[in-house]
């Protein structure tokens, strides 16, 4: 199923993205060359084999629980485009709206 | 009123925050509660060019847990990202477990009101990492606190075997009980450490389809839990009978009002676009790693129900409650070491020192009293050396001083008067001083008998020991009436 311009502005907008139509056609394109390009490996038979999750041929890499000094916090902060004291400050990411007037009518009937 | 035609179906995702000392993928401190953005790094912070690494302990923490809810560990798992923006995960995604989660096919038991077990099966248990903190109503914009961000979660869910509200409360008690008996999480809800979301959706009873479910957030307690499940069931039954539809959403919970509100973010695309995380390598569990940690397992609470009931010979409701938390049940076997009488010492617990905790709103690990004292004051009151109202009272004031009993019953005189020719000096006083009463008593006035008994007390301050007072005026007065009527 070819990739359509629908799909890279869904996914453009998953990524916070913004193109101009062009663009949008010309990823279209190389969106679907790719995946051609990738389709080829379904060629092969992999009924047999066990899905690889990791290209390197490691296991078990853990540190031991120990705390360690945490960077300074003014350091961590210089980072910020916006702060109040010592907090990130970001704009209004929440609202939670009242239960629409019908939905209350419904309620006290 | 409806509720009889319909039948609610419910799952549980729970996320309970690990007590490492040390974030899941780098060295930053877990502790709660310190200055915004202080313990953060590059790490938990999402820079271009760092690399998590696991912490050991999580992986053993989520083995733990699913051993103890009869799940298979998985030998080989893997982590995967999971991608969405907001403010407070700076990385642009969440490292989770998706395809190959550690724990899968588990189950919880619980006891339902009429006796009757039901299993809640467990989907899987999974390790993930928590996002920061953001904090919506202190500022005109939202304020960001990175801290918690990185601190390893376990997320725990459910299959769809949950059908009431009551039922989702029994289940949460369970598994908080169990993450507090192992030691891997500690269980406060009001602090966020365990926190609990609910998928629910009802359909008319018989009917095998699932109706569209609503997930509820945002709600801090098992009560809250209980209540809010109850609120929503009702009203997508209300829907339902309205001839509506349900639409699905997230709801949060406004435990003060007592409702739930439509939840709206700006993220709202719910395609996290999961895939393999290529930072971290597979885990891998070989068999001696599970063995050695069943071993190191601590006894569950149904085991130390079972043994308290042997050991100590208490009925199963002794045994329940003084085992429903972990340091209850070592406050119980601390006292006693010092005492034989096994079922007193739960009688107190039970009913005197929960009734403090409770009204003090405290843990039993801030009770002042300690264990050899508690074992000590019951001693005092089966030796007939106090009664029961002064040993409650004794232990009203030493938990809030923690003084010790003795010491404090000698300050104030408490000791009981068992010296039975005093007692009898007391009575007597008590029959002359009443004659009316005790022909009224005697004319069948079988009462007075506990206004002398009163009368008593009220002359000894309290302190004389009641079994002896009975026994001595129930001699007075009988030998008194021999004398009236002979």
Same mark, same amino acid.
């Given at each position: ?102 939905n209350e009518d419904k309620e006290q009937s | ?11 549980? @995702?729970?996320?309970a925050q690990l007590l490492t000392n040390s ?14 953005? *202080? ?16 912490? %050991? ?93 990185? &601190? ?25 009980? !169990? ?33 569209? =479910? ?12 209980? =209540? ?24 949060? +919970? ?33 068999? @001696? +790693? ?19 009931? =042997?050991?100590? %010979? ?22 006693? %070491? ?5 079922? *007193?010492?739960?009688? +107190?617990?039970?009913?005197?020192? !929960?009734?403090? !905790? ?37 232990? @009203?004031?030493? *938990? ?29 006083? &008590? $029959? ?15 009462? $007075? ?23 001595? !005026? =129930? ?6 009436? &021999?004398?009236?009527?002979?």
């Open positions: 199923m070819p990739v359509t311009i629908k799909d890279v502005e869904y996914i453009a907008n998953l990524a916070r993205l913004e193109f101009k139509e062009e663009e949008k056609e010309k990823f279209t394109e190389q969106f679907n060359r790719i995946l051609e390009y990738i389709d080829k490996l379904n060629e092969l038979d992999t009924t047999d084999v066990e899905p690889l999750y990791h290209v390197i041929d490691l296991k078990n890499v853990f540190r031991e629980d120990i705390v360690k000094e945490s960077y300074p916090r003014e350091e961590i902060l210089k980072n910020a485009p916006s702060r109040t004291e010592f907090f990130f400050k970001v704009p209004k990411v929440i609202q939670v709206e009242k239960p629409q007037k019908e | 009123m409806f509720a009889d035609k319909y039948e609610a179906v419910i799952g549980l @995702e729970i996320h974030k899941a993928f780098c060295g930053c401190s877990t502790k709660f509660g310190l200055p915004p953005n *202080s313990n953060v790094c590059p790490i938990c912070l999402g820079m271009p060019g760092t690399l998590p690494v696991l912490n %050991k302990r999580v992986v053993e923490f989520a083995i733990k847990l699913g051993l103890a809810t009869h799940c298979k560990i998985r030998t080989y798992s893997i982590f995967a990202r999971k991608n969405y923006f907001y403010p407070d995960l700076p990385k642009g995604y969440q490292i989770s477990q998706y395809e190959e989660p550690i724990c899968y096919d588990g189950y919880v038991e619980i006891e339902l009101k009429n006796g009757e077990k039901k299993k809640i099966r467990l989907r899987r248990i999974h390790m993930e990492e928590d996002a920061g903190k953001s904090i919506h109503d202190q500022d005109v914009d939202t304020l960001i606190d990175i801290n918690r961000c990185g &601190v390893p979660l376990l997320e725990i869910v459910t299959e769809p075997d949950i059908n009431t509200p009551q039922e989702a409360a029994l289940y949460l008690t369970k598994i908080r009980q !169990l993450v507090q008996y192992l030691d891997i999480c500690d269980g406060n809800m009001e602090e966020g450490s365990l926190r609990c979301d609910a998928n629910v959706s009802v359909r008319l009873k018989g009917e095998k389809k699932l109706g569209t =479910k609503t997930e509820v957030k945002n709600m801090n307690s098992i009560k809250n839990v209980e =209540k809010a499940l109850e609120y929503e069931i009702n009203r997508q039954i209300q829907i339902l009978e309205s001839g509506g539809t349900v639409i699905q959403e997230t709801l949060l +919970w406004d435990a003060g009002a007592g409702v739930v509100r439509p939840m709206r973010s700006k993220e709202e695309a719910h395609d996290y676009r999961y895939f393999p995380e290529p930072d971290l390598v597979p885990v891998v569990v070989p068999e @001696e +790693w599970i063995n050695e940690i069943k071993k190191s397992l601590p006894e569950l609470p149904e085991e130390k129900r079972d043994r308290f009931m =042997k050991q100590y %010979k208490l009925p199963k409701y002794d045994a329940e409650v003084l085992t429903s938390s972990k340091a209850l049940a070592d406050y119980y076997e601390q006292c006693v %070491k010092y005492i034989d009488d096994y079922k *007193s010492v739960s009688n +107190w617990i039970m009913v005197e020192v !929960l009734k403090i !905790l409770n009204e003090r709103q405290i843990d039993i690990a801030d009770f002042k009293v300690k264990p050899e004292h508690l074992a000590m004051l019951i001693n005092l009151v089966n030796e007939g050396k106090i009664n029961q109202t002064t040993a409650k009272m004794v232990l @009203e004031e030493i *938990s809030e001083t923690g003084e010790e009993p003795d010491s404090l019953i000698e300050r104030k005189g408490l000791l009981q008067i068992s010296d039975e020719s005093f007692i009898e000096e007391v009575v007597v006083k &008590v $029959l002359e001083g009443n004659k009316e009463n005790v022909e009224r008593y005697f004319a069948g006035k079988d009462k $007075l008998f506990g206004y002398f008994v009163g009368e008593v007390m009220k002359l000894t301050k309290g302190k004389a020991n009641p079994k002896i007072v009975n026994e001595v !005026l =129930k001699r007075k007065l009988e030998e008194m009436r &021999v004398k009236v009527n002979g």
